[in-house]
């Protein structure tokens, strides 16, 4: 596992930590996430007991699009991408992604069913790192579009830590 890994991976456990606050009174009532933390238990059952899968695009504001990962390799010397994010077989049924600001929700069948390249608006790209491959979702095609975002998210600012 390299330096960048771990680091990429340090930060999507603050981010999901962040979300969990954001979302715990969301409504005025309580929600349990459940998220799994060990490599074990997100292997054999997924990211949350709950089947939300949290990801953090640090980029998105910058880029106005969002990276939605399909396969992945802890190192850019791995021979081959294992399936990863909307692509693993696991119990996630809902797919976060944002950053600090605001995150955007979606069923990950949806998801799934927008990843193709036959779909002009989105394009398949592998990270500078050579670690992760995912589709370019343009977000004013996500905000456009509303048989593919479930929910868009602005988080109160005031809570970050």
């Not at 991976?9 to 459940?34: A, C, H, K, S, T």
């Not at 998220?35 to 980029?59: H, M, P, R, V, W």
Request: with cysteine.
């Amino acid at each position: 596992m390299t330096e960048y890994y771990q680091k990429k991976l340090q930060e999507g456990l603050e981010y999901q930590d962040f979300v969990f606050e954001q979302l715990r009174y969301m409504n005025g009532m309580p929600i349990f996430l459940g998220a799994y933390t060990s490599q074990k238990y997100q292997n054999y059952t997924g990211e949350s007991l709950s089947g939300l899968e949290i990801k953090f695009d640090g980029k998105f504001a910058e880029t106005n699009n969002l990276f939605i990962e399909v396969a992945e390799k802890t190192n850019p010397n791995n021979k081959d991408f294992v399936p990863s994010g909307i692509m693993r077989d696991d119990n996630t049924w809902l797919y976060l992604i944002g950053d600090y600001e605001q995150a955007f929700i979606f069923a990950k069948k949806t998801l799934r069913a927008y990843c193709s390249d036959r779909n002009p608006k989105i394009r398949l790209k592998e990270c500078k790192m050579g670690t992760s491959r995912g589709y370019l979702f343009p977000i004013d095609y996500v905000q456009g579009n509303p048989f593919l975002c479930a929910k868009h998210i602005i988080f109160r600012k005031n809570d970050v830590i």
